[in-house]
């Protein structure tokens, strides 16, 4: 039998991106995407089911849908997005709720993919260079986000204490850096003047986007159990970064920054959440050591990262912004996933004609 | 399906710095190379002994003593090591260097790495490079003008552990003209602790100099001697070591750089002139 999946936030960046990249593939025999508002990316075959931030009718959808694997991509890991509240909400009880619907008794999942962040490591200065996947943190967390990922990745740890035979594999990603995905980062870094902390120029890593969504599936398609960092190869001075996308430096001062950048974000000059400030003093770095052996390599370096942020940056600055992205209608797509009018492609080429929109028997195979 | 794009990797990329992944960067530590020059040649005017004994290639750690209220002794070793065997030495230090504007960034790029056993093992054991420790840490270059040469505690060995988790020698080095070039001629703790920095010396520079004496450093005749390195017969990569066949090594080290450098000061004639 093929597996089906269930993603998190199919309304969000990651989500509607690995919905696609699951899609295509053909063991995955069901692809079904919950998110609070409509996706945003066109998708294929992938089934769409409203769902409040919370998760509360999981354990219903789980049970009917009968699902093998859940991504859980949707994680709020930059405070300028969401409210202190709604972060809450969305990575702790939002986890707790699908966790708690994953490991129900008599429950059909057997892997539990985690979209975490390097943010759990934190920035300080008594950092080793290279954090691998055991190192602690050199200090306890101060910003909301560091702490609510680390509350997230606790309850993971704890569910797969409790349910041993659920592959459950956690993924820390380094900042992400691409054409598409926008961050404080890919913010300040379009902008002519890009904040810094005055007399600091840290090493940084980033990890480029379609990377990202390639670690999920590979972690998904070949069940990889475990906790593991991805980012690109090598680091960067800030400065550097700054000057490669042709931005200058705004300076900020080393007491009072938190202040300071609170106020210049309020007036919307700069984006530096609290959870960046230290990462532009100590900057961080994470060895990939682990993914690696599990056959898995970023095909972008953090430079790489960057050159790929940098061209899009430049497309966009000739030809403006990209096209009006794709809109949801529900109907048009319930129309093309399930009406007996639509000729569906299998993967060999041939056309299917059962109306379930079901893999035919012989297209499938269980990885 | 977004469209696959190009392939990027590192060597595509065209950097605009030569900053390695520890924050080095080779083009400013030529510059400082070239400014420390004329202090190194003309101002202690530095003798080697026993250079060969450093390897030309591999990791090695070098553990040296240390001296002088802001120490003189790791710009010294390491400005030599590159003058003469042309391989980069890298510098661990404490991390409270890190947290300081300017001078932690300054630090990072001539060769300076957070003292943290990973980033030795890293660079000692995976790159094969040399890294420079002073196992008496702060309280080498914190003690007062009258307890010059007196080696302090070594740690609690860490050292010998990453060397031998490393699979690579530790090779000391004994310093003399380090505690003569900056000495401490009292401690203001309140100070210290009021501003944040482990220790705030008053040196025989600042009484002489007024504040320019906590850049200029009096023109004692340095000396060093490389002693012969120490191989410790253990299989490398382990998570722990006998932690008392460490502290004998460590202390059999201390030893030996302690009699050293009563050696070479039974030798030396005068601080100015060795």
């Given at each position: 039998?093929?597996?089906?999946?269930?993603?998190?936030?199919?309304?969000?960046?990651?989500?509607?991106?690995?919905?696609?990249?699951?899609?295509?593939?053909?063991?995955?025999?069901?692809?079904?995407?919950?998110?609070?508002?409509?996706?945003?990316?066109?998708?294929?075959?992938?089934?769409?089911?409203?769902?409040?931030?919370?998760?509360?009718?999981?354990?219903?959808?789980?049970?009917?849908?009968?699902?093998?694997?859940?991504?859980?991509?949707?994680l709020v890991t930059d405070s300028?997005r969401s409210s202190a509240r709604a972060t809450h909400e969305i990575n702790v009880i939002g986890?707790?709720?699908?966790?708690?619907?994953?490991?129900?008794?008599?429950?059909?999942?057997?892997?539990?993919?985690?979209?975490?962040?390097?943010?759990?490591?934190?920035?300080?200065?008594?950092?080793?260079?290279?954090?691998?996947?055991?190192?602690?943190?050199?200090?306890?967390?101060?910003?909301r986000i560091?702490r609510s990922l680390?509350?997230?990745?606790?309850?993971?740890?704890?569910?797969?204490?409790?349910?041993?035979?659920?592959?459950?594999?956690?993924?820390?990603?380094?900042?992400?850096?691409?054409?598409?995905?926008?961050?404080?980062?890919?913010?300040?870094?379009?902008?002519?003047?890009?904040?810094?902390?005055?007399?600091?120029?840290?090493?940084?890593?980033?990890?480029?986007?379609?990377?990202?969504?390639?670690?999920?599936?590979?972690?998904?398609?070949?069940?990889?159990?475990?906790?593991?960092?991805?980012?690109?190869?090598?680091?960067?001075?800030?400065?550097?970064?700054?000057?490669?996308?042709?931005?200058?430096?705004?300076?900020?001062?080393?007491?009072?920054?938190?202040?300071?950048?609170?106020?210049?974000?309020?007036?919307?000059?700069?984006?530096?959440?609290?959870?960046?400030?230290?990462?532009?003093?100590?900057?961080?770095?994470?060895?990939?050591?682990?993914?690696?052996?599990?056959?898995?390599?970023?095909?972008?370096?953090?430079?790489?990262?960057?050159?790929?942020?940098?061209?899009?940056?430049?497309?966009?600055?000739?030809?403006?912004?990209?096209?009006?992205?794709?809109?949801?209608?529900?109907?048009?797509?319930?129309?093309?996933?399930?009406?007996?009018?639509?000729?569906?492609?299998?993967?060999?080429?041939?056309?299917?004609?059962?109306?379930?929109?079901?893999?035919?028997?012989?297209?499938?195979?269980?990885? | 399906?977004?469209?696959?794009?190009?392939?990027?990797?590192?060597?595509?990329?065209?950097?605009?710095?030569?900053?390695?992944?520890?924050?080095?960067?080779?083009?400013?530590?030529?510059?400082?190379?070239?400014?420390?020059?004329?202090?190194?040649?003309?101002?202690?005017?530095?003798?080697?002994?026993?250079?060969?004994?450093?390897?030309?290639?591999?990791?090695?750690?070098?553990?040296?003593?240390?001296?002088?209220?802001?120490?003189?002794?790791?710009?010294?070793?390491?400005?030599?090591?590159?003058?003469?065997?042309?391989?980069?030495?890298?510098?661990?230090?404490?991390?409270?260097?890190?947290?300081?504007?300017?001078?932690?960034?300054?630090?990072?790029?001539?060769?300076?790495?957070?003292?943290?056993?990973?980033?030795?093992?890293?660079?000692?054991?995976?790159?094969?490079?040399?890294?420079?420790?002073?196992?008496?840490?702060?309280?080498?270059?914190?003690?007062?003008?009258?307890?010059?040469?007196?080696?302090?505690?070594?740690?609690?060995?860490?050292?010998?552990?990453?060397?031998?988790?490393?699979?690579?020698?530790?090779?000391?080095?004994?310093?003399?003209?380090?505690?003569?070039?900056?000495?401490?001629?009292?401690?203001?703790?309140?100070?210290?602790?009021?501003?944040?920095?482990?220790?705030?010396?008053?040196?025989?520079?600042?009484?002489?100099?007024?504040?320019?004496?906590?850049?200029?450093?009096?023109?004692?005749?340095?000396?060093?001697?490389?002693?012969?390195?120490?191989?410790?017969?253990?299989?490398?990569?382990?998570?722990?070591?006998?932690?008392?066949?460490?502290?004998?090594?460590?202390?059999?080290?201390?030893?030996?750089?302690?009699?050293?450098?009563?050696?070479?000061?039974?030798?030396?004639?005068?601080?100015?002139?060795?």
């Amino acid at each position: 039998m093929g597996r089906r999946v269930l993603i998190t936030g199919l309304d969000t960046f990651w989500g509607g991106r690995t919905a696609q990249a699951l899609e295509s593939d053909p063991n995955v025999e069901m692809v079904l995407g919950m998110g609070t508002r409509e996706p945003m990316v066109s998708l294929e075959r992938a089934e769409f089911v409203r769902a409040d931030q919370t998760y509360s009718i999981l354990s219903r959808i789980v049970r009917a849908t009968q699902v093998d694997t859940i991504v859980h991509t949707f994680l709020v890991t930059d405070s300028t997005r969401s409210s202190a509240r709604a972060t809450h909400e969305i990575n702790v009880i939002g986890t707790m709720n699908l966790l708690a619907a994953a490991g129900q008794a008599g429950t059909p999942v057997r892997q539990v993919v985690v979209k975490s962040s390097t943010l759990v490591y934190g920035a300080s200065e008594l950092d080793p260079a290279w954090f691998r996947e055991e190192t602690p943190r050199s200090r306890p967390a101060s910003t909301r986000i560091e702490r609510s990922l680390l509350e997230v990745e606790g309850l993971v740890r704890d569910f797969a204490e409790d349910n041993p035979s659920t592959v459950v594999s956690v993924l820390r990603f380094a900042n992400v850096l691409g054409p598409d995905i926008v961050t404080p980062f890919t913010t300040n870094l379009s902008r002519p003047m890009c904040p810094s902390v005055a007399g600091f120029d840290p090493l940084v890593q980033f990890v480029e986007e379609t990377d990202v969504v390639r670690c999920l599936e590979h972690v998904t398609k070949q069940r990889v159990p475990g906790l593991y960092n991805v980012a690109g190869a090598g680091k960067l001075p800030w400065s550097e970064v700054v000057s490669m996308c042709g931005a200058r430096l705004l300076p900020l001062p080393p007491a009072g920054t938190a202040a300071l950048s609170k106020a210049l974000g309020a007036l919307g000059l700069i984006e530096m959440p609290p959870e960046i400030e230290d990462l532009l003093r100590f900057g961080r770095g994470v060895d990939t050591t682990r993914i690696a052996r599990t056959g898995f390599t970023c095909r972008y370096s953090t430079a790489g990262a960057v050159a790929s942020f940098i061209g899009a940056l430049r497309l966009r600055r000739s030809v403006g912004s990209a096209p009006p992205s794709y809109t949801y209608e529900q109907d048009v797509e319930q129309f093309f996933r399930h009406s007996p009018a639509v000729v569906r492609i299998a993967a060999d080429g041939s056309p299917r004609t059962d109306p379930s929109g079901n893999t035919p028997a012989s297209n499938r195979s269980d990885a | 399906m977004p469209l696959e794009r190009k392939t990027e990797t590192e060597h595509d990329v065209a950097r605009l710095s030569d900053v390695d992944e520890w924050g080095r960067s080779a083009h400013v530590r030529e510059l400082a190379r070239r400014a420390f020059a004329p202090m190194y040649d003309h101002w202690f005017r530095v003798e080697w002994e026993g250079l060969e004994k450093i390897p030309r290639e591999g990791g090695a750690l070098l553990v040296a003593n240390h001296a002088g209220a802001i120490p003189s002794d790791a710009p010294v070793i390491m400005h030599g090591i590159e003058k003469e065997l042309d391989r980069p030495v890298y510098g661990m230090a404490d991390y409270f260097f890190r947290k300081m504007p300017v001078v932690g960034t300054l630090w990072s790029r001539v060769g300076g790495v957070t003292a943290h056993p990973d980033n030795a093992f890293r660079l000692l054991h995976d790159q094969g490079q040399l890294a420079l420790v002073f196992p008496e840490g702060t309280k080498g270059p914190s003690k007062s003008y009258t307890d010059r040469y007196r080696l302090r505690r070594f740690g609690r060995g860490g050292f010998v552990e990453i060397a031998m988790r490393s699979g690579v020698p530790v090779v000391p080095i004994a310093v003399v003209g380090a505690e003569e070039s900056m000495p401490i001629v009292f401690r203001l703790p309140g100070i210290a602790k009021a501003i944040g920095v482990p220790y705030f010396p008053v040196t025989a520079n600042l009484l002489a100099f007024g504040p320019l004496g906590f850049a200029l450093y009096f023109p004692a005749k340095f000396k060093l001697r490389v002693l012969d390195p120490v191989h410790f017969d253990v299989q490398p990569c382990q998570e722990r070591y006998s932690k008392s066949r460490v502290m004998e090594e460590a202390e059999e080290i201390r030893a030996r750089l302690q009699e050293t450098l009563y050696d070479m000061l039974r030798e030396r004639r005068s601080v100015w002139f060795g």
